[in-house]
């Protein structure tokens, strides 16, 4: 070689030097793959900051935990854009809730000062499966990665002075062995959760506090890289220290985060997506992941703790599910856990007839959460999941038990929104004559059970309850109960006790059977419209008819009515400023016009114009919706996600259908962002949807196929798709308003003489 090509090399080798020594300094603890566009896997494509700053009310969360997994966590921060960390968390209990348990690593004599550190922060990074933070007032490198009921942190320590790590439980008690830490902390009153955590290397120095604050301290004086793992348990701390040693053997960060990346890319990779843009796919998965977030398993090697009666139960092989509220998720997130996930959908729908029977009463759970039963919302649409999952093949539940509890839960516990108590007169004026009454202004409360907050909530009770008793129908008439399943089919029409003839608009009506005077169906109703709605305005109420949509379009004066009553709400102005109608309305945000894109009720509304003969307008609206309201960026959702209740809407959107009646076994088709789905049925199913030519502009069906054959309509059956399937839909930028329109989707059976 020449005395060039010697200097050459040279200068090669030591760029190649200085390369790795800057990308080891950068990287520090935060070692992980980068990944190309090429090579990126589903969880690649998430972004848990999506849509956590609130456009009014509660965001969304960065949680970091693995699919329905009882161990999650999340920044415990005022808001997205807090500039404190409140300590680190080891888990948070419930979707909203703060973190049972804190952890404050510190430097220097700061750990005898706080039970709990309040950080400035930099360099976070966080991924469904790993959370990773700078605390630089600290000097201190943070890294983490959970297992199901197990985690690991490790630290990295800069300075050269006394590294501390600062447990703390709020109302618990902590201690350490010489080897190990453990303790538990009440969640409410009766519930616990228990802490067993084992470090890396036995700390020079421990120091322990009681109290309402309870800590300990394990200080080091000299080592820099400090790690804990550690088990949860809501049995006990021995329980929680099996889970730690059944789930994680290591202290190695890595090794943890990979595997639960593998983990993540199971679940999210069981529909795998093609086409689109990236900001497309990023708003997907991360959909998602949220549809993952609950609710959470708590069984522990074959037992589990029931807040619903105290004790702890062996689960005789079906694991035991809590933390769901079945007002938003029934709608659309469960009936997606069907197709992707029934074995685990199976397991749910046991739980809850379990917690039916540990409470005592045998109430069908409302808002089951790890505390117990919240009966928060109104209704009871724990009896939809039960027909939607029976009627498309997952039967490896009781249907006569959970019959039995759908309707005790209906006809004994009173109808009162948030209320857990038994039923009262407004519930026995519900069973003779078919509605919720409405006080008049000025008329005072009579019935106990009414919360004076949320109130009777006349209109959105009435119509619910309606759906519900058709879902009981159903369940009857698969038992072949048929004089029940009749009574209860003529009571799903209760909803036409409210329709004002005149206005075409659902309308609060007194004891008396009179319409209650000057109702503004845009701003009645008090805060949140809780006189006579809930959430929402009249507007939105008008179409929560989802198991007769037919007679809908009947009562409204047929399609052309329908449509036009369809196009006037998204016209229909807010009709004073933004602050005005928001702080009367909180939740009926995302607005278009009057629709709401950012509360459940309004998720099936606009796949309605398949019913009236105007698919087109649904392919349209449901497009405009997503690009307006779904983005990839942390305002990205437009109000409260509701751990998969909202997202869930997006997931199915962007697939292309959706199912507006859960408990009928039918999906309305929609407007696929996407080019290709595949999405894994199990057992060797797969469910193809190939939209060729789908993109922004193209957005409208030319024609289809199901399964090879020509499709005419806008609606598929889940028979059709059970055993895999493809549909082959032609896209264009134009409306094909021929397509889909012969056979409108169906409803309830007519009603019985």
């Given at each position: 070689?020449?005395?060039?090509?010697?200097?050459?090399?040279?200068?090669?080798?030591?760029?190649?030097?200085?390369?790795?020594?800057?990308?080891?300094?950068?990287?520090?603890?935060?070692?992980?793959?980068?990944?190309?566009?090429?090579?990126?896997?589903?969880?690649?494509?998430?972004?848990?900051?999506?849509?956590?700053?609130?456009?009014?009310?509660?965001?969304?969360?960065?949680?970091?935990?693995?699919?329905?997994?009882?161990?999650?966590?999340?920044?415990?921060?005022?808001?997205?854009?807090?500039?404190?960390?409140?300590?680190?968390?080891?888990?948070?209990?419930?979707h909203?809730?703060?973190?049972?348990?804190?952890?404050?690593?510190?430097?220097?004599?700061?750990?005898?000062?706080?039970?709990?550190?309040?950080?400035?922060?930099?360099?976070?990074?966080?991924?469904?499966?790993?959370?990773?933070?700078?605390?630089d007032?600290?000097?201190i490198?943070?890294?983490?990665?959970?297992s199901?009921?197990?985690?690991?942190?490790?630290?990295?320590?800069?300075?050269?002075?006394?590294?501390?790590?600062?447990?703390?439980?709020?109302?618990?008690?902590?201690?350490?062995?010489?080897?190990?830490?453990?303790?538990?902390?009440?969640?409410?009153?009766?519930?616990?959760?228990?802490?067993?955590?084992?470090?890396?290397?036995?700390?020079?120095?421990?120091v322990?506090?009681?109290g309402?604050?309870?800590?300990?301290?394990?200080?080091?004086?000299?080592?820099k890289?400090?790690?804990?793992?550690?088990?949860?348990?809501?049995?006990?701390?021995?329980?929680?220290?099996?889970?730690?040693?059944?789930?994680?053997?290591?202290?190695?960060?890595?090794?943890?985060?990979?595997?639960?990346?593998?983990?993540?890319?199971?679940?999210?990779g069981?529909?795998?997506?093609?086409?689109?843009?990236?900001?497309?796919?990023?708003?997907?998965y991360?959909?998602?992941y949220?549809?993952?977030?609950?609710?959470?398993?708590?069984?522990?090697?074959?037992?589990?703790?029931?807040?619903?009666?105290?004790?702890?139960?062996?689960?005789?092989?079906?694991?035991?599910?809590?933390?769901?509220?079945?007002?938003?998720?029934?709608?659309?997130?469960?009936?997606?856990?069907?197709?992707?996930?029934?074995?685990?959908?199976?397991?749910?729908?046991?739980?809850?007839?379990?917690?039916?029977?540990?409470?005592?009463?045998?109430?069908?759970?409302?808002?089951?959460?790890?505390?117990?039963?919240?009966?928060?919302?109104?209704?009871?649409?724990?009896?939809?999941?039960?027909?939607?999952?029976?009627?498309?093949?997952?039967?490896?539940?009781?249907?006569?038990?959970?019959?039995?509890?759908?309707?005790?839960?209906?006809?004994?516990?009173?109808?009162?929104?948030?209320?857990?108590?038994?039923?009262g007169?407004?519930?026995?004026?519900?069973?003779?004559?078919?509605?919720?009454?409405?006080?008049?202004?000025?008329?005072?409360?009579?019935?106990?059970?009414?919360?004076?907050?949320?109130?009777?909530?006349?209109?959105?009770?009435?119509?619910?309850?309606?759906?519900?008793?058709?879902?009981?129908?159903?369940?009857?008439?698969?038992?072949?109960?048929?004089?029940?399943?009749?009574?209860?089919?003529?009571?799903?029409?209760?909803?036409?006790?409210?329709?004002?003839?005149?206005?075409?608009?659902?309308?609060p009506?007194?004891?008396?059977?009179?319409?209650?005077?000057?109702?503004?169906?845009?701003?009645?109703?008090?805060?949140?419209?809780?006189?006579?709605?809930?959430?929402n305005?009249?507007?939105?109420?008008?179409?929560?008819?989802?198991?007769?949509?037919?007679d809908?379009?009947?009562?409204m004066?047929?399609?052309?009515?329908?449509?036009?009553?369809l196009?006037?709400?998204?016209?229909?102005?807010?009709?004073?400023?933004?602050?005005?109608?928001?702080?009367?309305?909180?939740?009926?945000?995302?607005?278009?016009?009057?629709?709401?894109?950012?509360?459940?009720?309004?998720?099936?509304?606009?796949?309605?114009?398949?019913?009236?003969?105007?698919?087109?307008?649904?392919?349209?609206?449901?497009?405009?919706?997503?690009?307006?309201?779904?983005?990839?960026?942390?305002?990205?959702?437009?109000?409260?996600?509701?751990?998969?209740?909202?997202?869930?809407?997006?997931?199915?959107?962007?697939?292309?259908?959706?199912?507006?009646?859960?408990?009928?076994?039918?999906?309305n088709?929609?407007?696929p962002?996407?080019?290709?789905?595949?999405?894994?049925?199990?057992?060797?199913?797969?469910?193809?949807?190939?939209?060729?030519?789908?993109?922004?502009?193209?957005?409208?069906?030319?024609?289809?196929?199901?399964?090879?054959?020509?499709?005419?309509?806008?609606?598929?059956?889940?028979?059709a798709?059970?055993?895999?399937?493809?549909?082959?839909?032609?896209?264009?930028?134009?409306?094909?308003?021929?397509?889909?329109?012969?056979?409108?989707?169906?409803?309830?059976?007519?009603?019985?003489?």
């Amino acid at each position: 070689m020449t005395k060039k090509g010697y200097k050459i090399l040279s200068r090669m080798l030591v760029l190649i030097l200085l390369l790795f020594i800057f990308s080891y300094s950068q990287t520090g603890c935060f070692k992980e793959k980068t990944r190309s566009e090429e090579t990126r896997e589903p969880v690649d494509y998430v972004n848990p900051y999506m849509g956590n700053i609130s456009h009014l009310l509660v965001p969304t969360y960065p949680t970091v935990h693995l699919p329905n997994s009882i161990l999650r966590v999340y920044p415990e921060r005022d808001d997205y854009t807090g500039d404190r960390l409140n300590g680190l968390p080891l888990i948070v209990t419930s979707h909203r809730g703060r973190s049972a348990f804190s952890l404050s690593p510190c430097q220097g004599s700061k750990a005898t000062r706080q039970p709990v550190i309040r950080y400035h922060y930099d360099q976070e990074k966080i991924t469904p499966y790993r959370y990773q933070v700078y605390l630089d007032d600290e000097g201190i490198e943070v890294d983490f990665a959970p297992s199901h009921q197990s985690a690991i942190y490790r630290f990295h320590f800069e300075r050269d002075t006394t590294s501390s790590l600062i447990f703390h439980s709020r109302k618990g008690e902590l201690a350490w062995d010489g080897k190990a830490l453990s303790g538990y902390q009440y969640v409410d009153a009766k519930t616990k959760v228990y802490l067993y955590a084992e470090p890396e290397h036995k700390p020079e120095a421990t120091v322990g506090m009681g109290g309402s604050d309870a800590t300990v301290i394990l200080a080091y004086e000299k080592q820099k890289d400090v790690a804990v793992r550690y088990g949860i348990s809501f049995i006990s701390t021995e329980q929680a220290r099996k889970n730690l040693q059944r789930e994680i053997t290591t202290f190695d960060v890595n090794a943890v985060a990979e595997a639960g990346r593998a983990v993540w890319n199971d679940a999210l990779g069981k529909i795998k997506v093609s086409g689109g843009t990236e900001d497309d796919k990023q708003v997907f998965y991360t959909s998602l992941y949220r549809c993952y977030e609950r609710p959470v398993c708590l069984s522990e090697d074959g037992q589990y703790y029931s807040a619903f009666d105290g004790q702890v139960h062996d689960d005789d092989g079906h694991p035991f599910y809590t933390d769901d509220w079945l007002w938003d998720t029934y709608r659309a997130t469960h009936p997606l856990r069907i197709l992707i996930d029934p074995e685990r959908e199976n397991d749910i729908l046991h739980s809850f007839l379990l917690m039916a029977e540990q409470m005592g009463t045998n109430w069908m759970p409302t808002f089951p959460e790890v505390t117990g039963d919240s009966r928060r919302m109104n209704s009871n649409h724990g009896v939809a999941t039960l027909i939607d999952a029976w009627r498309k093949g997952v039967r490896g539940f009781d249907l006569e038990k959970g019959y039995q509890a759908a309707k005790a839960g209906i006809e004994e516990k009173t109808l009162a929104p948030w209320s857990g108590k038994p039923a009262g007169w407004l519930d026995a004026f519900y069973k003779e004559h078919g509605y919720i009454p409405a006080l008049r202004p000025g008329e005072k409360e009579t019935d106990p059970n009414v919360s004076a907050w949320e109130k009777r909530q006349p209109v959105a009770v009435t119509l619910g309850t309606a759906y519900d008793q058709w879902c009981l129908s159903q369940i009857a008439a698969e038992l072949g109960k048929q004089e029940e399943a009749t009574h209860y089919l003529r009571c799903s029409y209760n909803y036409r006790n409210l329709f004002h003839p005149t206005t075409r608009f659902f309308h609060p009506k007194d004891k008396d059977g009179n319409f209650i005077k000057d109702v503004d169906y845009r701003y009645s109703g008090g805060v949140g419209a809780r006189d006579y709605y809930d959430e929402n305005n009249g507007y939105v109420y008008r179409w929560d008819v989802q198991h007769n949509v037919a007679d809908l379009i009947a009562l409204m004066g047929g399609n052309e009515m329908f449509v036009a009553s369809l196009d006037s709400m998204f016209d229909t102005p807010l009709g004073m400023s933004k602050w005005g109608f928001y702080a009367f309305l909180p939740d009926h945000t995302g607005n278009v016009g009057m629709y709401s894109m950012a509360n459940e009720p309004s998720l099936h509304i606009p796949y309605l114009y398949n019913y009236a003969g105007q698919p087109w307008k649904t392919q349209k609206r449901v497009r405009s919706l997503l690009d307006q309201w779904f983005r990839n960026d942390v305002m990205g959702v437009p109000g409260d996600e509701d751990g998969g209740g909202m997202s869930a809407f997006v997931v199915f959107s962007m697939m292309g259908f959706y199912p507006v009646t859960p408990g009928m076994p039918v999906y309305n088709v929609g407007s696929p962002v996407f080019s290709r789905i595949q999405m894994d049925l199990g057992g060797g199913k797969q469910l193809e949807i190939v939209a060729d030519g789908a993109s922004a502009e193209n957005k409208y069906i030319l024609s289809a196929t199901l399964n090879g054959k020509p499709l005419d309509r806008c609606w598929f059956e889940h028979e059709a798709i059970a055993q895999g399937g493809v549909l082959h839909l032609q896209m264009g930028p134009k409306a094909n308003r021929e397509w889909g329109i012969v056979t409108p989707p169906p409803s309830a059976e007519g009603l019985p003489e």
